[in-house]
């Protein structure tokens, strides 16, 4: 089992409708979460983090942490075909970070 | 200019030559990574370091080797570069690890 897994994808939505993507890790004792997003070919830019459960709002975004579950989404409202992107979920794991393999998403106009 | 500096951007080598990727910083953090991105299996941590004196192994440090130069520079090297060290090769840097990272713009290396 990947430390931190997540959906390849594409997740393929239209535009102005919601994006859902997930993220689910294995470690039961990680504390800070980490959402970027990633343009073909250049660095990843970070959008969010979470560190309690429940939900955290900035802009369109949001992300929602289930400890419980081990579960960690992000939600993208309105979205716009410039958020078609790859997102990494990442993990605290003691002095690093753990990243998912990244959700590639695909807004259609 | 950029807080964290990667070169080269591009590099083409053959194998078995030494390569050097180099990374510096202007955002005064003690830690820095380099990660490996590989399609399909996201980003991987080859060394880090949190000082000068202080370097440590990731998950996939063999056949490379890192150097920390001074607090805003960590060099990364192929002794002897292989095929399948062909990826797309990332530095990044924390203060905390509360904001997370602020990675490098990326060096596309090729082995040939």
């Known amino acids: 089992q990947k430390e931190v897994e997540q959906n390849s994808g594409p997740l393929s939505v239209p535009e102005g409708a919601i994006a859902s993507l997930n993220c689910t890790y294995s470690?039961?004792?990680?504390?800070?979460f980490f959402w970027y997003r990633q343009y073909s070919g250049k660095s990843p830019e970070l959008i969010m983090s979470?560190?309690?459960?429940g939900d955290k709002e900035d802009g369109r975004f949001t992300a929602q942490l289930n400890k419980a579950s081990q579960y960690v989404s992000l939600l993208i409202r309105d979205s716009q075909p410039s958020d078609s992107a790859t997102y990494l979920c990442a993990v605290k794991r003691g002095n690093k970070l753990v990243f998912g393999a990244g959700t590639i998403l695909r807004v259609k106009s | 200019d950029a807080d964290v500096t990667q070169t080269p951007r591009n590099r083409i080598t053959k194998t078995g030559k030494r390569i050097m990727l180099e990374c510096s910083q202007t955002?005064?953090?003690?830690?820095m990574y380099w990660y490996r991105q590989d399609p399909g299996l996201g980003l991987r941590l080859i060394y880090y370091s949190f000082d000068v004196k202080d370097i440590n192994k990731g998950e996939i440090s063999d056949g490379y080797s890192v150097s920390r130069q001074a607090q805003a520079k960590f060099s990364l090297s192929l002794e002897s570069a292989i095929p399948n060290q062909t990826a797309l090769y990332f530095c990044?840097?924390?203060?905390?690890?509360?904001?997370?990272?602020?990675f490098g713009s990326g060096t596309r290396l090729t082995v040939v």
């Open positions: 979470i560190y309690s459960n």
């Open positions: 955002k005064g953090h003690d830690r």
């Open positions: 470690d039961r004792v990680s504390q800070s």
């Open positions: 990044a840097t924390s203060d905390d690890l509360v904001a997370g990272y602020t």
